[in-house]
């Protein structure tokens, strides 16, 4: 354990290069860094969302019940929050250039052991360590992307980087129905964990740490983008006490942030985990119809995504309002769900292509705000304590809109859907005014607590 820690902790800094050199190798590995995240953050989609594609393929094959399989993803969705906020704290100080290539190989042996396994208590224990483990994907990008980018810039760059998502989860239906139709079910991730190798040794090659590990100024000098009124940024690596106790857990922003995420996330799986379903019992939507529905919800989000991304940064990084703004367009459009009558497929397919386009954005933005009302030292950590918070609104929401749906029908689970979406727009009210504050401010805030 020793000797992994030592391969994963930060790179040094180096003597600064010339100038002259800095500024030609600054554009050319910013690139670097934001496309290398891309596509390796986009490969842990492939390692994780495989198994709801072949649930019924491998159910069918090994005997297990609805239940079953629902336990294996709520235990996942579960063991993914607690990696994202455990592992995004261990990625603040360290290395992504090895830390995210070692995620990757190791959902990739879940993914190798889970698909040559045929007991249910050993799927259960590797697909809830897979979701664990795929807590190294997150952090590292951001961590990445917080040194390199700068505060004004990173609403429009997070939003393009965050498109990965969409893409990770596009290109997860294809490979996985393919591999399962050619080959069997087990390949479904055999194949997944083949390209999730392949894509470890390219993030070796691509990504790297910090710019002064390169021999670079600190983005903020490169950019002239001080926060007005602050200070440089502290480049020192933050211990594990400081960057839990100072920059998270007594951070009043990030628990405002991650409270109204856990709502923003049963908005989120609402229509992803039970929308086909419930199109095909209460609108009588065909198999196709009811799975289209979920390729309209995914890809409405792109363009939204890098739109509200922009906003942001021209609103001076007020992530609070425009995630508020979003979400009432998703509260309507529940709202019209619900009231749909059967026989109006298309309008109940444009309506869940607006709750795509609306819910995406806030997805990325409160993401975003970890850094913004932290540290770029505390990023992972940041991140990760927010999504903790929407994963686990994820598995209310699945047990829960589940359970209402089957004792009270999917008028109840609708209702409670939105109640969810109102509450978010309540939290985030609180965050209207807020913009990324100077370093100083924030940790006097903090250290002043409520």
Request: aromatic fraction near 14%; charged fraction near 15%; charge should be positive.
């Amino acid at each position: 354990m020793a000797a992994l820690t030592r391969l994963l902790r930060a790179a040094p800094h180096i003597a600064p290069l010339p100038e002259a050199e800095a500024r030609r190798l600054y554009p050319r590995l910013r690139w670097q860094i934001l496309e290398s995240t891309f596509i390796g953050y986009a490969t842990f989609y492939l390692v994780r969302n495989n198994l709801p594609v072949v649930s019924k393929e491998m159910g069918q094959a090994l005997g297990y019940s609805k239940g079953q399989i629902g336990d294996l993803l709520a235990l996942t969705a579960i063991a993914y929050g607690v990696g994202k906020f455990a592992m995004g704290a261990w990625s603040d100080r360290s290395n992504p250039r090895y830390f995210m290539p070692a995620g990757l190989l190791l959902t990739a042996l879940c993914n190798f052991l889970f698909g040559a396994s045929g007991t249910y208590a050993v799927h259960l224990f590797l697909w809830t360590l897979n979701g664990f483990v795929q807590g190294m994907g997150w952090g590292p990008c951001g961590r990445s992307l917080g040194h390199w980018y700068s505060v004004r810039e990173r609403g429009t760059v997070f939003a393009f980087w965050n498109v990965a998502h969409n893409v990770g989860g596009g290109l997860t239906g294809i490979i996985v129905a393919y591999s399962t139709a050619w080959m069997g079910w087990r390949h479904a991730f055999f194949v997944p964990g083949i390209l999730a190798v392949l894509c470890a040794l390219y993030l070796l090659w691509r990504l790297r740490d910090t710019p002064q590990s390169m021999g670079l100024p600190p983005v903020e000098e490169y950019k002239n983008d001080y926060l007005p009124g602050g200070v440089r940024d502290h480049e020192r690596e933050l211990g594990t006490r400081d960057l839990l106790f100072n920059y998270i857990l007594n951070n009043k922003y990030l628990w405002v942030f991650a409270a109204a995420n856990f709502f923003v996330y049963i908005a989120r799986y609402a229509m992803l985990d039970w929308g086909p379903t419930y199109l095909k019992e209460v609108k009588h939507a065909t198999l196709q119809g009811g799975g289209f529905s979920t390729a309209i919800f995914e890809f409405a989000g792109i363009f939204s995504t890098i739109l509200m991304g922009w906003l942001s940064d021209k609103a001076g990084g007020r992530r609070g309002m425009v995630s508020l703004l979003c979400m009432v367009p998703v509260f309507g459009a529940f709202a019209g769900i619900l009231n749909t009558p059967p026989g109006m497929l298309w309008l109940d397919l444009l309506l869940f292509g607006i709750v795509g386009f609306f819910v995406y954005p806030p997805v990325m933005l409160l993401g975003v705000t970890g850094l913004d009302f932290s540290s770029k030292k505390a990023v992972g950590a940041a991140a990760g304590f927010i999504g903790l918070f929407g994963y686990l609104g994820r598995t209310v929401q699945g047990k829960g809109l589940g359970w209402l749906a089957e004792h009270y029908g999917w008028d109840a689970a609708l209702y409670a859907t939105l109640a969810a979406a109102f509450l978010a727009i309540l939290l985030l009210a609180v965050t209207w005014r807020l913009t990324p504050r100077p370093r100083a401010a924030v940790r006097q805030a903090i250290e002043a607590g409520p």
